[in-house]
């Protein structure tokens, strides 16, 4: 029985199927489970690893229970995710490629990707993990999605590799291996493979590969020296022949002995070339002996009191109608050899074709004959009848360099499991070791004329190696990869582009989320401002951890262009990090709850603190080291330089030296000018804030305005003349400035000129929408006083950005805010 479970408590629910005993583990599991999340797996309670139990590849018995437990992420549409079964290779081969290279990168349960790993990236297997989802324009090292292909053509050795670049479709370019382009090594090409349908998402669409061949190495062979022949003994001495007139056979008597054995087993269908002399029965004495000399079939021997018999065929004799019977010194030659198979050697996987390596590392002298024999078996590793086929190759040059050699065949059978073995025909000849023949790989082979993924684009590489490489050491093929993805307000058209919002849009909707959902109007608005190919809103980033959420991805987009991701009512919106022009709400005692709940914190810089700033971003030239830009704040301002103790950034999804730069500077400028934060409650109203959002924030239990600012509520206008909620303390000036805020709490145009009078405060001008309280309005337009400023000072006078909102669940909005300043933005 089948079950899989659609999550680790079953509480999603579960399906059962009946196991087809007629077709392997891996098969019964694809034909229910295409695609997933990670999964566990369980034969008979015991969790195993697909990737190495040989069992997945045998049929399965009617009494297993097998379970397949998913662990779905939160928030990520199921395509990201690539069960092996429904991938290019089956779960053996990519064991097998793991294993092959040896690199512990390739772990199963690993999350990085080479295209993320700064140093030392190579082609790598990353079974169980997400399909490389790489945006913006990048230099990718793609996933090796099955064992290398070495064939050897002409005695050159080729290696054909299949490397998955990303979803989606996207412009290749600047195919290399490490630093050297394709197109100048010699023999090297590449084809590749893009997604065909799906809309705006050819992620949802189909890929389809041509001519595709999986190869699976057996582990059991690894540079065997076939052995040569060794000819049957020669027997010979004194005998007695006999032979009759006229008669096709004769007897050769000779004394028993263990060297005899060789010919022995000839009997009765083997040859051997008898040796003797005669003298002519029809010549007198003295006449010369003549030399028998023929190839002889082995008709049989009979052993009786020390004697064995043998009967050979032959010529018809002429005696002279008398027997013929003489001693001779005869020479037996068997014509047969020993042989020394190698194998059989079973192969990993149902296949149907078989290819092997054959190698001659020493030269090749002449003409060498191996014959390779194979049969598929069942289950139980038996013979299945009737299956069993040879072939014999001869292989000849005259050289004393190395010679390499590939043989293909597709057995008769059919789609089975094989065994092979190998003999060498040829006995041994040559000097220095020439004509030594090893087989160096032997390989299961499946062939597709087409295979269908689910849309990704892959690109298929082959590079002519040297005789020394060995096919499975590290994979150097990286190339420059650009993304299309949707339009912001098209859902027609896609198109290659770097752009931050363009990437969040397109995730956003490829994980079946409405875009209604997305306040596109806001990222619009800033590709508007800065322009939608700006080098400070490129989002170069590759996504290959099957961990990381949607909601994660989307605010790495964010945060390469200085963005955060928050939830707006019933939309997701972002905020850019960048100056403002005022701000949206004032916060002061009539807005703040009561309780003193309010907190000031001021970071002194002081030689623990942070000094300055390294950014470490991905170089875009090369991509293939970590880069840096670091800046000091040392000597009270921002420059290039080394610091003691920096503040570590890492940008990965950054790839611009301007945009790193840019970032860079920010939160260097923070740390000059961002050292006061604040913790307050504030009333309902605060609900419109969002994250980013600019407030001007008056201390509420600093009446005296000892910070700068004074703050109330007007409570009654005369004509120009208002009267506050709170006496102004006007500090021995004449005059002072008020700011304002209007019936949304938002801000009244710039600050108003305003000096004491009897009563109350005059203004120089009373703005537009200014209004005190009434029967229909709890609250009146609130001010912030201060004296001794320039409008310039006034303006800037406590304003915090909101770092942080959430409500208490009384009504009330929890903030967290931190000082602006606009010199922070100063170099934008």
Known sequence: MLTICHDPAGALGRDRYALDCTASLQENIQRHLRSGADCRLLINGQEVDPATDPRLDLPPHAADEVVVVRRPGFGIDAIYYLYAAYAVLTVYSIAAARRAQGSANASPT??????????????????????????????????????????????????????????????????????????????????????????????????????VLETYASDEVNGQEMAPSVPFTTVGGGATITAEDGATTFRVAITDNPPLADLKSLAPTGTARVRFTITPADTGAGTPAVLFDQICTVLGYVVSDGICTFTFSSEPWDTGGETFEEVREVNIAPQASHYSPIGPFTLPVPCDRIRWNTVFLRGLKGLIKIRAEWWAIDGAGAEIPGTRQSQDQDFTHNTYDQRFYTTTVV?????????????????EFGEGGVNVAKLEELYAMKHYPSKVLPGVTVIRVTTKATTEATGFSDRKFNCRWLRHCRVLFDNVNIGPTRNFARSMAHMWTLAGNDLAELDVDRL?????????????????ASLDDAEMSLGERMQMAADAARCTVWRDGTRWTVTRDQARSYPELQLDYRNLAAGGDGAISYAAHMPASNDGVELEYVDEATQAKKSYVRLTIADGSVSFGESRNALKVKLPACTTYAQA????????????????????????????????????????????GDDGLQAGEVMAIAGNVIRTSEPLDWKGFASGRMLFTGANGRRLGAPVVCTPVAGGVQLASVPAGLYVRSETRQLGSRYAFAVGLTEGEMEAAGLYVCTSIRPDGKGNMDLALAEYDDRIYADD
């Open 110 to 211: 690993g999350s990085d990707s080479p295209n993320n790993s700064l140093t030392a990236q190579t082609n790598i297997a990353r079974a169980y993990q997400a399909i490389p989802d790489v945006h913006g324009y990048r230099r990718c090292w793609p996933d090796l999605i099955q064992p290398s292909i070495v064939e050897y053509i002409d005695n050159i050795k080729y290696i054909t590799e299949w490397l998955c670049v990303s979803r989606g479709r996207g412009d290749i370019s600047d195919v290399r291996y490490a630093e050297s382009p394709i197109g100048d090594i010699a023999g090297a090409s590449y084809e590749i493979f893009g997604p065909v349908g799906g809309g705006i998402h050819p992620e949802n669409g189909t890929t389809t590969l041509l001519d």
């Open 524 to 540: 619009n608005a800033i590709n508007v401002q800065l322009g939608e190919t700006s080098p400070l809103l490129r989002f170069d």
């Open 661 to 704: 730069l840019n970032r860079a500077q920010l939160e260097a400028r923070k740390l000059l000018f961002q050292r006061v934060t604040v913790s307050d409650k504030a009333m309902n109203d605060a609900g419109v804030l969002g994250l980013g959002s600019l407030v001007r924030w008056v201390d509420p239990a600093d009446f005296a």
């Open 411 to 427: 057995p008769a059978a059919g789609f089975q499991r094989y065994r092979v073995q190998f003999t060498r025909i040829t006995e």
